[in-house]
């Protein structure tokens, strides 16, 4: 179920731009001593605000809670232990008597799980208060036994004490509804911010020595950039942050005042632009970046495969040496494997290492080798004892698909043929993610 009657406050809310899910959640809380919902859903996009106002009303209400990331718990007995354990932890400075809170407490299935809660309610006298149970990314919930959703949501049912369990998470409760027994939860719904509220939140990191209109002017060119591919208000501010330096460049050198908005903006343009091609993906810190916009005199370089590293990043560890290994099965002639990849080849003398003037195989384009080849040196190359496994062979097929390698030859009688599509710049960044001197293996530059 889920409800939009909010309860208005004269006093400010804490949240910006969350006044009614803030006033809702607390007119559901009540006072402590007072019974409330057994179980809350939270949910909405990352960042829009869920864990800060559970956080503030945690702090406003001074209630005895616990509040845990599901991603720590890879079994039921971790999710046990560690809500029992800081439940002891967190409310131990009212009774540090016992020593027996003090020892880990150990939890093995749901029923000495409900059992070991109510007395450790008990123990702790939080019999007349509620005590609330916050489990952050509650999705993780469904990848642990069967029973632990269904007896989490009715944990002050099974217990007969009062306790409240609240799920936040960034997908919808549907989602959760795989089977039967599932209490339906209070549902509270997180909305992404407009751009009105982007603006308000933002503002609020206006650096000193600038006015609150300046920098929300600022912020308003950011948010109309990057709007149309980010909504996310950590990343909005993120960018924000980094790039107001260079915005007021022209002002701290006397270039300009504050209100010659034209030429800050063609200041801050091609940089913003810049900043855009690398929303989310954070592959340089702000003081790196800031590093690198001084190293360049403030001067835009493109955006291009030798410039950044994020292709290496999406690929699988073992797919990168598969891709490093096409590479030199296509640019390297076939008699020269031995020379590069057998640990017994002999030591090669003076006389056969002198080479005729020859074509560079970078300038005549990839060569076309058999399946049995790239395995081979892959195999010399790669790190450690890799079995020569289905999904091996099957991140073959995946770089096919994404096009860093070609296939040559479909038909099924014969063996099929590839070669390596992407460039030199392009194979030394996968190389340097894992620490491969790529040219130190390549013919052309013995």
């Known amino acids: 179920m889920s409800s939009h009657n909010v309860l208005v406050s004269d006093k400010q809310c804490p949240v910006h731009c969350r006044d009614d899910q803030y006033y809702l959640l607390k007119s559901l809380f009540g006072q402590n001593e007072q019974h409330t919902v057994g179980s809350v859903f939270l949910y909405g996009t990352t960042g829009t605000g869920k864990s800060l106002v559970v956080n503030k009303l945690m702090h406003t209400l001074q209630v005895p809670h616990v509040k845990l990331d599901c991603t720590e718990f890879y079994s039921s007995r971790v999710l046990?232990?560690?809500?029992?354990?800081?439940?002891?932890?967190?409310?131990?400075?009212?009774?540090?008597?016992?020593?027996?809170q003090s020892t880990p407490m150990r939890c093995d299935n749901m029923n000495d799980f409900v059992k070991l809660l109510k007395s450790t309610i008990d123990h702790l006298d939080l019999t007349n208060e509620t005590l609330y149970i916050i489990l952050d990314k509650a999705e993780r919930l469904r990848d642990l036994d069967s029973n632990v959703l269904p007896a989490t949501l009715r944990l002050k049912e099974l217990t007969k004490c009062n306790v409240c369990v609240v799920l936040i998470s960034?997908?919808?409760?549907?989602?959760f509804q795989g089977g039967t027994g599932l209490l339906d939860p209070f549902i509270i719904h997180f909305p992404d911010y407009n751009k009105d509220q982007l603006l308000e939140?933002?503002?609020?990191?206006?650096?000193?020595?600038?006015?609150?209109?300046?920098?929300s002017a600022y912020c308003n060119l950011v948010i109309n950039i990057f709007m149309?591919?980010?909504?996310?208000?950590?990343?909005?501010?993120?960018?924000?942050?980094?790039?107001?330096?260079?915005?007021v460049q022209?002002?701290?050198?006397?270039?300009?005042?504050?209100?010659?908005?034209?030429?800050?903006?063609r200041n801050i343009e091609p940089h913003l632009k810049k900043?855009?091609?690398?929303?989310?993906?954070?592959?340089?810190?702000?003081?790196?970046?800031?590093?690198?916009?001084?190293?360049?005199?403030?001067?835009?370089?493109?955006?291009?495969?030798?410039?950044?590293?994020?292709?290496?990043?999406?690929?699988?560890?073992?797919?990168k040496y598969l891709l490093i290994a096409a590479y030199?099965?296509?640019?390297?002639?076939?008699?020269?494997?031995?020379?590069?990849?057998?640990k017994h080849s002999g030591k090669q003398s003076k006389r056969k290492i002198v080479k005729h003037e020859r074509t560079s195989n970078q300038l005549l384009g990839?060569?076309?080798?058999?399946?049995?080849?790239?395995?081979?040196?892959?195999?010399?190359?790669?790190?450690?004892?890799?079995?020569?496994?289905?999904?091996?062979?099957?991140?073959?097929?995946?770089?096919?698909?994404?096009?860093?390698?070609?296939?040559?030859?479909?038909?099924?009688?014969?063996?099929?043929?590839?070669?390596?599509?992407?460039?030199?710049?392009?194979?030394?960044?996968?190389?340097?993610?894992?620490?491969?001197?790529?040219?130190?293996?390549?013919?052309?530059?013995?």
């Open 275 to 319: 900043a855009l091609q690398t929303v989310y993906l954070r592959e340089v810190s702000s003081t790196q970046w800031e590093v690198m916009q001084m190293d360049t005199g403030g001067a835009v370089v493109p955006a291009t495969p030798s410039h950044t590293a994020r292709q290496s990043l999406e690929l699988p560890f073992y797919s």
């Open 250 to 265: 022209p002002i701290e050198s006397g270039e300009c005042t504050h209100k010659d908005s034209r030429k800050l903006w």
């Open 228 to 247: 149309v591919v980010c909504r996310n208000l950590n990343e909005l501010r993120h960018m924000a942050l980094l790039n107001f330096p260079k915005y």
């Open 366 to 446: 990839p060569k076309p080798f058999p399946l049995d080849r790239l395995m081979a040196i892959f195999y010399s190359i790669v790190e450690g004892k890799v079995s020569a496994t289905s999904n091996i062979f099957s991140q073959v097929t995946s770089l096919v698909s994404l096009q860093l390698l070609g296939q040559i030859g479909k038909d099924v009688l014969e063996a099929p043929k590839y070669k390596c599509l992407v460039s030199l710049d392009f194979i030394k960044q996968i190389a340097r993610s894992v620490q491969f001197d790529v040219v130190k293996y390549l013919y052309d530059f013995i």
């Open 170 to 175: 960034e997908i919808v409760w549907e989602k």
């Open 80 to 100: 046990y232990e560690q809500v029992l354990n800081n439940i002891s932890m967190q409310n131990s400075d009212q009774d540090s008597s016992n020593e027996a």
């Open 201 to 215: 939140i933002m503002t609020l990191d206006t650096p000193e020595g600038y006015t609150r209109e300046f920098y």
């Open 328 to 342: 030199l099965a296509s640019y390297n002639p076939a008699k020269s494997d031995k020379r590069f990849f057998a």
